[in-house]
T-cell receptor, first 112, second 113 residues
Framework: EPEVTQTPSHQVTQMGQEVILRCVPI?????FYWYRQILGQKVEFLVSFYNNEISEKSEIFDDQFSVERPDGSNFTLKIRSTKLEDSAMYFCASSPDTDTQYFGPGTRLTVL | QKEVEQDPGPLSVPEGAIVSLNCTYS??????FMWYRQYSRKGPELLMYTYSSGNKEDGRFTAQVDKSSKYISLFIRDSQPSDSATYLCAMTGGAGGYQKVTFGTGTKLQVIP
């Protein structure tokens, strides 16, 4: 069964550094998403991406964040200058339409 | 009032019990309702989704939606230790449209052998 994959599984970085989190969505899906989950808290929507542009974003997704689909298979989330409060699990998801979303295993980001 | 309310638990039941998990929501624009299962430090796994009021059954799982009461439920029959996980209700269709999924905080379930 096709799955969303994410790399790396764990990323440790220093405050102020840039990080890029990578995702490979399910191949025939058209919509792509990033969510985050701070430890012990709920899963929160960050951004959705369709037709090579951002279609929706939350108030969390500020100028420090950007997304890109650099080729036909990868979908990336970049955080330009990480803060301590960016430490969280980041989940990528994809969907064939606007209904059900399928999540990847997540990347644990630790900002020191 | 939070958009989606879910009792965090933990909920502990003996193996074979029927489990009832619930969420309430305040945004009447929500149209699409989902249940995800999340194991510790893993991504949410889609269990079931429904688009309207009523019941939907899939094996041991039954999802129920009552839009008039803004209340959704997930029932697990013959619960197994492998069902031990956090169950997240989720919904779309509010002001964020259908692409932004709003999650509950999750209910942690433990099924004791």
């Amino acid at each position: 069964e096709p799955e969303v994959t994410q790399t790396p599984s764990h990323q440790v970085t220093q405050m102020g550094q840039e990080v890029i989190l990578r995702c490979v969505p399910i191949s025939n899906h058209l919509y792509f998403y990033w969510y985050r989950q701070i430890l012990g808290q709920k899963v929160e929507f960050l951004v959705s991406f369709y037709n090579n542009e951002i279609s929706e974003k939350s108030e969390i997704f500020d100028d420090q964040f950007s997304v890109e689909r650099p080729d036909g298979s990868n979908f990336t989330l970049k955080i330009r200058s990480t803060k301590l409060e960016d430490s969280a699990m980041y989940f990528c998801a994809s969907s064939p339409d606007t209904d059900t979303q399928y999540f990847g295993p997540g990347t644990r980001l630790t900002v020191l | 009032q939070k958009e989606v309310e879910q009792d965090p638990g933990p909920l502990s039941v003996p193996e074979g019990a029927i489990v009832s998990l619930n969420c309430t929501y305040s945004n009447s624009a929500f149209q699409y309702f989902m249940w995800y299962r999340q194991y510790s430090r893993k991504g949410p796994e889609l269990l079931m989704y429904t688009y309207s009021s009523g019941n939907k059954e899939d094996g041991r799982f039954t999802a129920q939606v009552d839009k008039s009461s803004k209340y959704i439920s997930l029932f697990i029959r013959d619960s197994q230790p492998s069902d031990s996980a956090t169950y997240l209700c989720a919904m779309t269709g509010g002001a964020g449209g259908y692409q932004k999924v709003t999650f509950g905080t999750g209910t942690k379930l433990q099924v004791i052998p």
